[in-house]
T-cell receptor, first 114, second 117 residues
Framework: GENVEQHPSTLSVQEGDSAVIKCTYSDSASNYFPWYKQELGKRPQLIIDIRSNVGEKKDQRIAVTLNKTAKHFSLHITETQPEDSAVYFCAASPNSGGYQKVTFGTGTKLQVIP | DTGVSQDPRHKITKRGQNVTFRCDPISEHNRLYWYRQTLGQGPEFLTY????????KSRLLSDRFSAERPKGSFSTLEIQRTEQGDSAMYLC???????????????FGQGTRLTVV
């Protein structure tokens, strides 16, 4: 089955700096890669996703990149703000938008220091 | 609140007891998923329904776990003879999947936190 590894497990950045979270996956059949943000005690919320026919996607301060050859994908947050502090999960799925086979990474706890 | 709702939010039970959780998805969503999340880990897929049909079950779902979605709307997840290892957050999510259309994103509920003592 799919195995998703995520690094780092914790990340502290100064407000205004950039944060990068990296993930690798093992199943070459995976073609859909969502990223979730989970604040303490709250539900996971989709913040951005990317499909395998695209190498990069950007939404305001958030961008994701995908390297299918290397089976790497990354989340980039620029101009970080204290409200970005949360746990971020990457995930991979062989079904585009099909959440039944989503495999999540172990999460990155991001702390943005004011 | 028109999002995914789960009940109860918290459940403490003694080992060996049975527990049942309920999930009400977003009304127009035909797919419903159950996940389990333990501390410091990402959600793990348990099972999912398309309307009332349970289409897939993870190997994580032992015989003590059963899920139903009798009318294609709300779903229940029952755990029989609970064990301490069942302590976790149980998350429900829903999405819409239409023929010829991409599946919408999955929206998660706030989860039911189970503690088995």
């Amino acid at each position: 089955g799919e195995n998703v590894e995520q690094h780092p497990s914790t990340l502290s950045v100064q407000e205004g700096d950039s944060a990068v979270i990296k993930c690798t996956y093992s199943d070459s059949a995976s073609n859909y890669f969502p990223w979730y943000k989970q604040e303490l005690g709250k539900r996971p919320q989709l913040i951005i996703d990317i499909r395998s026919n695209v190498g990069e996607k950007k939404d305001q301060r958030i961008a994701v990149t995908l390297n299918k050859t290397a089976k790497h994908f990354s989340l980039h947050i620029t101009e970080t703000q204290p409200e970005d502090s949360a746990v971020y999960f990457c995930a991979a799925s062989p079904n585009s938008g099909g959440y039944q086979k989503v495999t999540f990474g172990t999460g990155t706890k991001l702390q943005v220091i004011p | 609140d028109t999002g995914v709702s789960q009940d109860p939010r918290h459940k403490i039970t003694k080992r060996g007891q049975n527990v049942t959780f309920r999930c009400d998805p977003i009304s127009e969503h035909n797919r419903l998923y159950w996940y389990r999340q333990t501390l410091g880990q990402g959600p793990e897929f348990l099972t999912y329904f398309q309307n009332e049909a349970q289409l897939e079950k993870s190997r994580l779902l032992s015989d003590r776990f059963s899920a139903e979605r009798p009318k294609g709307s709300f779903s229940t997840l029952e755990i029989q003879r609970t064990e301490q290892g069942d302590s976790a957050m149980y998350l429900c999510a829903s999405s819409f999947s239409g023929q010829g259309l991409n599946t919408t994103e999955a929206f998660f509920g706030q989860g039911t936190r189970l503690t088995v003592v």
